[in-house]
C-alpha cells in the first residue's frame, strides 16, 4: 500500500500563484495553517502571550508540522491620534506591534493581524472594549496597510464586519473592493488576506482574498462544528485555484471529545479550511496535540490541487464526500464518510459512485493505517457525529456520468440573506442528492455552471437533465425556460411539465462534448428555469 508520505507539503506545494504544471496537475498556495487568538482570548491579549504562543508553536513542534502563522485578533487596539496614526493598547501592548512580528519572524513564522472593514470593531459592539471605537480600516484604508505590512511587517490581515454592516450598512463587495486595492496599492507583497463576514459574501471574494468565513463564529461544541460543516457542503465549485472557504479557527483542545475533535479537524482538512488553532498552545491536551500534528490529514488538507471535497451520495443520515488528490482525474482519490447523526450510520458506496474501479487500496487517514482493499463497495459503520478519512487508489479511473446541483457554481450566489429570490443549493425531498438549484435564471448572469464536465474521449452524449415539475399557479408554468449551454452552443427547452411535490421529471437531449473539460451552464436570461436536481450524461453509441 502506497502510504502518504508527509513529504515537506509545504515545500512541495507552496508555490506563487497558480501554476500550470501540465493539464491534470496544478501547484497552488494551500490553505494557511497557524493560531489566532481569539477562540482562547477574546480582546484579552497582550505583549506576553503572543510571545509565548509563537514560543510554544515552535517547543510543540507544530511549526515543524507546518503551521506557521501567530495571529494577533482583535484586542491589540490603542486609538486613533489626532493624524489619524493607529496606535496599541497602551497597557496589553505598550511596545507596539512591529517588535511582536519581528519577534515571529524571528522564529521562522509568519505574522498576522486583524482590522474591520468600518469604524468600530466587533470587540467595542460585543466585548465591551472601548479601544476598538474609531480604530476600523473605514477612511484610513491606506494609512493603516502601510502601517500593518510595511511598518510593522505582517503577512496576512483578517477584516472583520461588524461596524461596517451593523452601523454603516456598507455594500460588502464595494467595501472589500476597495480595502483590498489599498492594501495592493501599498505593498507588493504577497499578503494573505480574509474576508469575515460570517457567510459566504459571493462569488466576487476569490478576487480579494486567499480565504473568506462561511458562517458565524465557531464555539468549542458539536453543533457548533456540524452547523459550519452544513454551511460548507455545497460551496465546494467557490473554492479553488488557493482560494479557500473558512471555516473558522479550531476549536480542538477546547473540551470536546475525541471523537468530535477528530470530526472537527478531519472536515476542516478534508474542505480545504484554513487551519488556525484557537486554544492556548501551553497547555493543549496531548492528544489534541498529536491529532493536529496528524501528517497524513494535513498532507490531505495541504494537497498541491488545494480542492474542497464534495459530495457525491447520502447514505442514510451521512453524506459522502469526495476529491481528487496530488493529480486530477488520477487514481488518487480522498474519502471522508460523515456521520453528523446521533445514531450509527452504516456506509456502502460502490466504487464507481467514486468514479474508481477495479482493486482499490484503502487507508484510513485518522488512524493512519491501512484496511483492506476492495473490489466493488465501500462498507463502513461510522458512530454518531464520526467521521471516517479515507485515501483511495484505485486500478482505474472512470468516466464521471452524474452531476449533482450539490456541485454547481452558482454564479450570483450569496449568503448574505439581501436579495428575496437569490439562486440557492435547498433540500427537495425527492431529489437524488436531497439538493436542488433553485432560482435560476431571470437575467443572464444568474446561472448554474457545472465547469469540470469531463469526456474521455469527445463526441455525442445523451443529457437527462431531471428538474422539479413546477406547480401550477397562473401562467408561470409556460414562461419557464431553460438555456444550456454547452462550451458556449445554447439548446433551448420550454413547455415544462407540471407534477406532483417530491417528485423529479426528466428531459433529454443530445450534446456534443470536447475530449477533456467542458463547461456546461444552466440559466435563462428573460423568465425562471426549473428547479435543477441534476444531470447524467451518457456516450452515445454511433
Ligand atoms: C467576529 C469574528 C471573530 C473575531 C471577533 C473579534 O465575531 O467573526 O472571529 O474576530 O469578531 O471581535
Request: charged share 25%; net charge neutral; hydrophobic share 35%.
Given at each position: 500500500m502506497k502510504i502518504i508520505k508527509s513529504k515537506h507539503l509545504i515545500t512541495a506545494c507552496f508555490a506563487v500563484s497558480t501554476l500550470s504544471v501540465s493539464a491534470h496537475k496544478?501547484?497552488?498556495?494551500?490553505?494557511?495553517?497557524?493560531?489566532?487568538?481569539?477562540?482562547?482570548?477574546?480582546?484579552?491579549?497582550?505583549?506576553?502571550?503572543?510571545?509565548?504562543?509563537?514560543?510554544?508553536?515552535?517547543?510543540?513542534?507544530?511549526?515543524?508540522?507546518?503551521?506557521?502563522?501567530?495571529?494577533?485578533d482583535d484586542g491589540f487596539f490603542g486609538w486613533r491620534d489626532e493624524n489619524g496614526l493607529l496606535h496599541t493598547h497602551p497597557e496589553r501592548f505598550p511596545n507596539g506591534l512591529k517588535d511582536i512580528s519581528d519577534y515571529i519572524h524571528s522564529?521562522?513564522?509568519?505574522?498576522?493581524?486583524?482590522?474591520?472593514?468600518?469604524?468600530?470593531?466587533?470587540?467595542?459592539?460585543?466585548?465591551?472594549?472601548?479601544?476598538?471605537?474609531?480604530?476600523?480600516?473605514?477612511?484610513?484604508?491606506?494609512?493603516d496597510a502601510d502601517l500593518f505590512f510595511n511598518k510593522w511587517g505582517f503577512d496576512f490581515i483578517k477584516i472583520d464586519y461588524c461596524g461596517a454592516?451593523?452601523?454603516?450598512?456598507?455594500?460588502?463587495?464595494?467595501?472589500?473592493?476597495?480595502?483590498?486595492?489599498?492594501?495592493?496599492?501599498?505593498?507588493?507583497?504577497?499578503?494573505?488576506?480574509?474576508?469575515?463576514?460570517w457567510a459566504y459574501p459571493g462569488t466576487w471574494v476569490r478576487d480579494l482574498a486567499r480565504s473568506w468565513r462561511i458562517s458565524s463564529d465557531i464555539s468549542a461544541?458539536?453543533?457548533?462544528?456540524?452547523?459550519?460543516?452544513?454551511?460548507?457542503?455545497?460551496?465546494?465549485?467557490?473554492?479553488?485555484?488557493?482560494?479557500y472557504n473558512d471555516m473558522d479557527m479550531l476549536e480542538i483542545g477546547r473540551g470536546m471529545s475525541r471523537a468530535e475533535e477528530e470530526t472537527h479537524f478531519g472536515m476542516w482538512c478534508i474542505m480545504s479550511s484554513p487551519l488556525l488553532i484557537g486554544c492556548d498552545l501551553t497547555s493543549i491536551p496531548e492528544s489534541s496535540l498529536s491529532l493536529l500534528k496528524n501528517k497524513e490529514l494535513i498532507a490531505l488538507n495541504q494537497d498541491c490541487l488545494g480542492l474542497q471535497a464534495y459530495i457525491v451520495a447520502r447514505c442514510g443520515e451521512g453524506y459522502v464526500f469526495v476529491k481528487d488528490l496530488e493529480e486530477k482525474r488520477g487514481k488518487i482519490r480522498a474519502v471522508a464518510l460523515y456521520n453528523p447523526s446521533d445514531e450509527v450510520c452504516s456506509f456502502?458506496?460502490?466504487?464507481?459512485?467514486?468514479?474508481?474501479?477495479?482493486?482499490?487500496?484503502?487507508?484510513?487517514?485518522?488512524?493512519?493505517?491501512?484496511?483492506?482493499?476492495?473490489k466493488d463497495n465501500l462498507k463502513f459503520d461510522v458512530q454518531p457525529h464520526g467521521v471516517k478519512i479515507l485515501k483511495l487508489e484505485g486500478e482505474n479511473r472512470l468516466e464521471p456520468s452524474v452531476y449533482e446541483a450539490e456541485r454547481a457554481y452558482l454564479n450570483m450566489y450569496d449568503d448574505l440573506a439581501k436579495r428575496k429570490r437569490g439562486i440557492v443549493a435547498m433540500p427537495y425531498h425527492g431529489a437524488s442528492g436531497g439538493m436542488i438549484v433553485s432560482n435560476i435564471g431571470g437575467q443572464k448572469d444568474n446561472y448554474a455552471e457545472w465547469r469540470e464536465v469531463y469526456s474521455e474521449n469527445g463526441g455525442?452524449?445523451?443529457?437527462?437533465?431531471?428538474?422539479?415539475?413546477?406547480?401550477?399557479?397562473?401562467?408561470?408554468?409556460?414562461?419557464?425556460?431553460?438555456?444550456?449551454?454547452?462550451?458556449?452552443?445554447?439548446?433551448?427547452?420550454?413547455?415544462?411539465?407540471?407534477?406532483?411535490?417530491?417528485?423529479?421529471?426528466s428531459r433529454e437531449i443530445t450534446v456534443d462534448l470536447m475530449k477533456g473539460y467542458n463547461v456546461i451552464r444552466m440559466g435563462s436570461r428573460y423568465t425562471w428555469s426549473p428547479d435543477i436536481d441534476r444531470f447524467v450524461l451518457e456516450p452515445c453509441n454511433e
Open positions: 496544478k501547484i497552488v498556495e494551500t490553505p494557511i495553517m497557524g493560531w489566532s487568538s481569539w477562540n482562547t482570548y477574546r480582546v484579552n491579549i497582550n505583549d506576553e502571550l503572543i510571545r509565548k504562543q509563537a514560543d510554544a508553536m515552535v517547543s510543540t513542534g507544530l511549526k515543524n508540522s507546518g503551521y506557521s502563522y501567530v495571529n494577533i522564529l521562522g513564522l509568519k505574522a498576522g493581524i486583524y482590522s474591520e472593514a468600518g469604524a468600530n470593531t466587533c470587540g467595542s459592539l460585543w466585548d465591551a472594549d472601548k479601544n476598538g471605537i474609531g480604530v476600523g480600516l473605514y477612511g484610513f484604508e491606506h494609512q454592516g451593523q452601523q454603516l450598512e456598507l455594500d460588502e463587495k464595494e467595501r472589500y473592493t476597495s480595502i483590498v486595492k489599498a492594501i495592493r496599492s501599498v505593498s507588493n507583497r504577497n499578503i494573505s488576506v480574509n474576508i469575515c463576514r461544541n458539536w453543533n457548533s462544528v456540524k452547523h459550519i460543516i452544513s454551511k460548507n457542503m455545497y460551496l465546494s465549485a467557490f473554492a479553488g485555484d488557493g482560494h456502502s458506496v460502490p466504487l464507481s459512485v467514486l468514479e474508481l474501479s477495479g482493486k482499490t487500496k484503502v487507508r484510513d487517514l485518522i488512524n493512519m493505517k491501512d484496511e483492506n482493499s476492495v455525442k452524449y445523451k443529457m437527462t437533465v431531471y428538474y422539479v415539475p413546477i406547480e401550477e399557479k397562473g401562467r408561470e408554468i409556460n414562461d419557464r425556460r431553460l438555456e444550456i449551454s454547452v462550451n458556449g452552443n445554447m439548446v433551448i427547452l420550454s413547455d415544462f411539465e407540471s407534477g406532483n411535490t417530491g417528485t423529479v421529471l
